[in-house]
């Protein structure tokens, strides 16, 4: 007999709290098995089948690969803590009928034990499964050739039954560790007893606005993407905390003004609900929270990796505005000069010509780059000393001098310039001056602006620290640096000379990769063989197709990761509001009875469930839309860092993301308060 | 016309699966005027709970009549039941039933709200009911704030509020000490002096002597029936306890 008690008894307590224990394990199962299709993802195996982008690619899915077990611990530890709760009025009894503290526990290790054999078995069988799908998934989405053969990796296996390990252990430990610090009479203590309706402490609902009010400024406010980075955590945490003083105060608050509006208080549909609401937020302020956040974070994910794929094509012609990209940099200006140039310019077309492509929509621009922070009166410091230090300060400008002989597009018509004076055109940047001036190491230049012109669309090739730019069309190159020291004390470059010369060949994209490597070798072999005089420095070939490989690897991992832990995070929303419901179903069950008794008739607790479901569900659905939308501007500027500057995308489908979630979030909240209504109406009861 | 009428009431109850079937009520008559106090005595297991919920519309009769003004309870169509309930019948319960979400005022109001009654009207009824009741003070404050007896005394008041053609009791001073009790008793005779009619279910002999009439039920019949007359409090009570005596020894109805 004694060998079978406590299994016995551990089995009968899982099962009689199925309600509860089957969903948990459930989730239980579903995460063992996203971690194992993560793993598995990661193997040597599948990355073969990959063509391009690998690295990327097993970097984004290993960062996932921890994103869910951290998730899986908290989550599951949260879920498991519901579980024991609701319990311990049955551990009460059996330590009032004379069970130990030892019994109790041995009893818990059982059903843990169940559990994480259940789980780890469903997990691994559900995870193998599936892998294959996530595989065909992935390797579509690379591009990569798809096979119908069956993998298995035996050391995620390993790898996932250890972690899981780890977790149940923790998840164990810490059950064991609250068992034996309760007494019996604090076990035997029922649910809910005579508890007090909450306050709603103003003070706490007022600083939650605020903070709240904070984040959404400072979201709005940063401009530049790198600070934006360590802004947005900042302000994620701020939304975080805000979010949840305000569902857990601010909502009894709420409530308790909708009471003092008689007229609107007093009737049916509003009565019951508004008075529970009050009277629960304290306690499911929190849930109500947890399911905002979560939701928030499922659609911010969602948005993002979704623009990121969709706009990988944009992002590359950002980052390689022509298929093959030559990048020279020289001297000094005057080694700019057409007739110093022109050598190389006829090399490299004799180069892909006799390669069978083309010089086609050339890009031809010689240019002098600064980086310099604004002071009082329009003048920039230029020194090294200024702005190399300060990639991260958000006033940071970065100047690109042309001459009025080859200029950007955007810039449009130029009018005949006078030395020292320049036509300005500006990217993000408000310049209010008449005049511009550059100064390094105390020498300074001024020109006179003839004309300020704004450009639309980010195209003056911002460079990658997302620092805003400046064109400043100059009569003389030479001229405009004449006098500035080239480098600082410490060896720092104070300004540039740079050739950029891009063009499309026309060819296929493994012809481009080939010239892109051949052209390098053939280019610096001439500029070798030219006169030191000449100025030539160093010199970059790049090509749109061999940086596609990275691009493509990197967003379409993302874009997988995004939906697979969009599913993992989906999962726990729904698992909350399932608990939640079913908490609230059996607290409110007796007083619909007391209702019915009263007089409240089926339709009036129909409709009185609808109200309240309705605004419980509708609260964190509403607080992620506005999270989201002050999120937009943030997450826009890091996008950029990503060379994503594509806005309408970016709106489209973070509004896709939204509708589709809204979707499902009504659909999970039509099934659960199915559950809920059977509850309360007494189908489960009798 | 009798303000409520019980014919030939029978009730069986049957096991789920069709097997036995056990007879609650055989066969209920008796009726009742308005502005009567009545208390209904029996023991567990007479049917007194069954009787009560039939009464209540909270439970159908197998055969036999309930009217209540002359009106069929089973001729009223399900839709209608919980608001013919809360319109016609005011209930007062051994557990109060009050729902702690809502402070004692809005306990009281609930039937009204239900019904669909502006604030200021509800208002203007509670008043003169919570002074009769003695809780215009307590009015604001949640039921886990104040004691078993004054809980008990807004449920009156719940039921009071909707003008009820007959208010229905179950063991209404079954949770309270003997101090609510009487207090209890005394405002149930009160409201009853101010006309309005009430029907009590119970087993204490002592809540019973209140009442102007006492029908003891046994075995799903009305056995003997006491009227109060121009008899004391006292000497009722002790006529009462006579017959619960008699009842328990079995004897037959002389």
Redesign the interface.
Known sequence: MKTGFYPRLAWDGLRKNRQIARPYLLTCICMVSMFYILSFLTSGEVLALIPRGKNSVELVLSLGRIVILVFSLIFLYYTYSFLLRRRTREFGLYNVLGMGKRNLVRIISWENGITFAAALLGGLLLGILLSKIAELGLVNLMGGAIDYRIRLDGKSLILTVLCYAAVFAVIWLSAVIRTARSSAVSLMKSENV????PKGNRFVAILGILILAGAYVLAVIIRNPLSALLGFFVAVLMVILATYLLMISGSVRLCRFLQGR??YY???KH?VSV??M??RMKRNGAGLASICIIATMILVMLSTTTCMWFGADDSLRVSYPREIDTTVYLKDPKDLSDTNLDPVREEIGRFVRENGGQTDNLLDMPSVILNGLPQAGGVLKCDAESTVGNVMNPDRLSVSLFSPERYPDSVGELPALQADEAVLLTDGVDWKEDSLTLEVAGVRHTWKLLSVRKNKETSAAPDRTGNKGLCLIVPDLSAAVEGFETTNASGNMNYSILWNYHFDTGLTDEENIRIEQELEKDISAFMASLPEAAGYRTLWVDSRAGGAGDFYGTYGSLFFIGILLSIVFLLAAVLIIYYKQISEGYEDAK?FD???????????IRSSIRSQLLTVFALPLAFAGLHLIFAFPMIRRVLTLFSLYNVGLFIRTTVISFVAFALFYALIYRLTSGVYYRIVSGAESR | MHLLEVNSLKKVYKTRFGGQSVEALKNVNFTVEEGEYVAIMGESGSGKTTLLNILAALDKATAGTVLLDGKDFSKIPESDVAAFRRDHLGFVFQEFNLLDTFTLEDNIYLPLVLAGKEYKEMNTLLMPIARTLGIESLLKKYPYEVSGGQKQRAAVARALITSPRIILADEPTGALDSRSTDELLRLFAEVNRQGQTILMVTHSARAASRAGRVLFIRDGEVFHQLYRGDMSDDLFYQKITDTLTLLARGGEQA
């Open positions: 005579g508890e007090k309706p008689k007229g007093y009737q049916a009565f008075s529970s009050a009277y007083r007391i209702m019915q008794k009263v007089g409240m008739t089926k339709r009036d």
